[in-house]
């Protein structure tokens, strides 16, 4: 069972370049999320999704695109990638409903440089 | 809008009790939770509360939870070398629905 897995491990963009981040559930959660972590900011949010073929913008949302095509996908667009986007990114899913005791599980993150 | 906040770093030795401290704004917060993140990994979920309760143990942690105060600690008890990483305070009202608010991190360090 792998859980969340998120590709690629490391990534170094030029500004203007755009990419994919890639992140895959394999167990049928209904809820998906970004968060970039930042130092000294914690995680923030940039987009969130409550099932497949919805999709909700965060705290964090601008220079970032999401999809949801299917349950278990949701990729993370950078149309034109800024330094300002240099971070490390974490994908989340969680099973619906008011399930406090299954929480969120996280991919081990893709760490972005753009030069 | 909603903000969680937590000190920096806590420096405890070997074999001490830790105390983290978070505190948090909003009111309609149902779920609290406290993740655990090591170097290089994702965030791994330590333990949580809902907001109709107070306290909670599981083994060497025990959160405390004052809805008053808006004030959640997380208590480790006879800290290891392997208890040092980075302590996330986080909280939502709908669970993960629509994505959590963090703290931005206590760095527990454990000296010898």
């Known amino acids: 069972n792998a859980g969340v897995t998120q590709t690629p491990k490391f990534q170094v963009l030029k500004t203007g370049q755009s990419m994919t981040l890639q992140c895959a559930q394999d167990?049928?959660?209904?809820?998906m999320s970004w968060y970039r972590q930042d130092p000294g900011m914690g995680l923030r949010l940039i987009h969130y999704?409550?099932?497949?073929?919805?999709?909700d913008q965060g705290e964090v949302p601008n220079g970032y695109n999401v999809s949801r095509s299917t349950t278990e996908d949701f990729p993370l667009r950078l149309l034109s990638a800024a330094p300002s986007q240099t971070s490390v990114y974490f994908c989340?899913?969680?099973?619906?409903?008011?399930?406090?005791?299954?929480?969120?599980?996280f991919g081990n993150g893709t760490r972005l440089t753009v030069t | 809008g909603e903000d969680v906040e937590q000190s920096l770093f806590l420096s405890v030795r070997e074999g001490d009790s830790s105390v983290i401290n978070c505190t948090y704004t909003?009111?309609?917060?149902?779920?609290l939770y406290w993740y655990k993140q090591e170097p290089g990994a994702g965030l791994q979920l330590l333990t949580y509360?809902?907001?109709?309760?107070d306290m909670k143990q599981d083994q060497r942690l025990t959160v405390l939870l004052n809805k008053k105060d808006k004030h959640l600690s997380l208590r480790i008890a006879d800290t290891q070398t392997g208890d040092s990483a980075i302590y996330f305070c986080?909280?939502?009202?709908?669970?993960?629905?629509?994505?959590?608010?963090f703290g931005k991190g206590t760095h527990l360090i454990i000296q010898p």
């Open positions: 989340a899913s969680s099973p619906a409903g008011e399930r406090y005791n299954s929480p969120l599980h």
């Open positions: 167990m049928n959660h209904e809820y």
């Open positions: 999704s409550v099932g497949a073929g919805i999709t």
């Open positions: 909003d009111s309609s917060s149902t779920y």
């Open positions: 509360i809902f907001s109709n309760m």
């Open positions: 986080a909280e939502s009202v709908r669970g993960g629905a629509d994505g959590l608010t």
